[in-house]
């Protein structure tokens, strides 16, 4: 199915409109908006991209730090792309796999979202534990699983961030999106926990409602 190329509305500046709607067994309610002549992908209700969620990564990533040279780069969780498509800009010569289990949500990242025209940029429909479990090695993991406002349970089990480190290099680091607000104050708590016995250095940044997680081996 071809891209997603029609012209944005300018009407969409005072009118928001919902272009396109889905449904799939993991996501039951899939939307691409359009506001202010661009893209917004909304699951469940919650914003998945967009201008915001592009805003959050971008100050997690200058508050965290960042290996300074990546050559394999994995994210679990592609969602709208926007992560990937700022991790192109930072690691412009790195190979790039995005997995998500659902592969409605990589369709749309294509069709939509544009990450059909990302070089050296792969994709895997697959659970995200499943997929970890075999350890290949990558420089730099992104752990961005959403289900519309929850955060899977998977991203805070020990078995799981154990995975995660057996699968980075040396001088490799994980980056965590996670939530801080509710239920998920406790949750998070639990997690840095975790993170800090399996870890040398972790570092995090707090933002709105979310949490960020750096970890790495090295301190």
Known sequence: ERRYQETMSWLSYLFPRTVARFSSRFNKD??????????KLLVNGSRQ?????EMLWLEAFAALR?????????VLGV???TVIRLLRIRYPQAKITG????????DIGKKYFGLDK???LSFVCQDAEKFI???????FIVVDLFIGTHVPELVRKESFLKNLKASMTNNGAVVMN???????GKKSESLRKTLTKLFARVQEKDMYGNRFFLTSMVK
């Not at 997995?99 to 990589?106: E, H, K, W």
């Open 30 to 39: 899939i939307r691409i908006n359009e506001e202010k002549g661009k893209l």
């Open 49 to 53: 991209s967009g201008a915001y969620i």
């Open 66 to 74: 960042l290996p300074e040279t990546a050559v394999n780069i994995l």
């Open 79 to 81: 969602a709208g792309g």
């Open 99 to 106: 997995v998500d289990i659902d592969q409605t949500m990589i």
């Open 118 to 120: 990302i070089g050296n």
């Open 133 to 139: 479990s075999i350890k290949r090695k990558f420089d």
């Open 178 to 184: 996670y939530l801080r607000e509710f239920e998920y």
